[in-house]
């Protein structure tokens, strides 16, 4: 289907883009448009003003202060995939951005767009609530920072209010005794997880000291299994501890049925990415 009209517009600047965020009565910013050209095209989404960040160099980029990998919102699946930063301080993320739909999608597609969009079944939410990530943002009242954990209101809905821009994504490091893992089940190459989950965890000796699980497309929004990380934070985890904790994801999901798996299936499904992320984790760490 063809959208119904829009104004283009191409700022200049962060700021100019706020500013045409803010002056124009129904304007949407285009990032990659991998999620928002086919809400257009569907007229789920019918924005009169369409505000493209492409042009914007400051918005793009990887770099590291101190010990926090930061990411421009721009920034590609790609060039997360290539970039050597990302291998060397956080590796989790080359792997989640592999697993993010195709090539096409992984050229165009920012890691702010699929961040900011506030799809459920998106995989870097999850990923980030299990980072511990923070959100830089940028209004018509200046910066402020926002944790990962809260962003997530529900469907389509996040912490970011109209006429801001999510302008960097910071990322604390994974301690050198911690683990990660991530698992998601999908029926072919290029899908949306049927259901995905993410774990970072630190061991003390052989105990867990932290511990962040984050669920993908299980419930409206991404979420994190508290009950599972507070069963197993402090613990010699085994796979007793991580069957009880498999037990407590799947009381956590609220997933929706669709062609993907009834709620049932989701919520199992949960339960065994959660299974292997742990377990993914637990070898990393050196357990
Ligand atoms: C066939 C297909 C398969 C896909 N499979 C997956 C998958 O497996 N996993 C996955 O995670 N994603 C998947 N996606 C979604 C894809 O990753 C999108 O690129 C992503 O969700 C949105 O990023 P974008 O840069 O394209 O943003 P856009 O589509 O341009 O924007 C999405 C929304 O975010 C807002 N936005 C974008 N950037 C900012 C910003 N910096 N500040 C504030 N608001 C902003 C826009 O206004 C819009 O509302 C798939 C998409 C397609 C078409």
């Not at 821009?165 to 998601?184: C, L, S």
């Not at 949306?192 to 497309?217: F, M, P, Q």
């Not at 904790?245 to 049925?257: I, K, N, R, T």
């Amino acid at each position: 289907m063809i959208p119904s009209g829009f104004e283009y517009h191409r700022p200049s600047s962060v700021q100019d883009a706020i500013r045409l965020l803010n002056e124009n009565e129904d304007a949407k910013i285009l990032a990659g448009g991998h999620s928002l050209l086919p809400m257009m095209k569907l007229r789920f989404a019918e924005p009169a003003h369409l505000i493209d960040l492409n042009g914007l160099a400051e918005l793009k980029g990887i770099r590291l202060d101190g010990d926090t990998l930061c990411i421009g919102a721009m920034t590609t699946e790609n060039e997360l995939i290539d970039s050597d930063l990302v291998k060397q301080h956080c590796p989790l993320l080359v792997d989640v951005a592999k697993l993010v739909a195709d090539p096409q999608v992984r050229n165009r597609g920012t890691v702010g767009g699929d961040v900011a969009h506030g799809d459920p079944g998106n995989d870097h939410p999850a990923v980030m609530l299990a980072l511990d990530a923070e959100f830089v943002i940028q209004g018509p009242d200046g910066e402020r920072r926002q944790a990962a954990n809260g962003f997530f209101l529900g469907t389509y809905w996040t912490g970011l209010e109209e006429g801001e821009v999510m302008t960097e994504i910071r990322i604390p490091p994974i301690p050198a005794n911690g683990g990660y893992g991530y698992n998601k089940l999908k029926r072919k190459t290029g899908d949306y997880a049927t259901a995905g989950s993410t774990v970072v965890l630190e061991l003390d000796g052989a105990s867990c000291k932290e511990i962040r699980i984050g669920l993908t497309n299980v419930a409206p929004m991404a979420i994190r299994a508290e009950a599972a990380e507070d069963l197993l934070r402090g613990q010699n985890i085994d796979e007793a501890l991580i069957e009880q904790a498999a037990e407590l994801v799947m009381q956590a999901c609220d997933p929706a049925e669709d062609l993907r798996g009834d709620i049932q299936y989701k919520t199992h499904m949960a339960a065994e990415m959660t299974r292997r992320s742990i377990r993914d984790a637990l070898a990393r760490a050196g357990s």
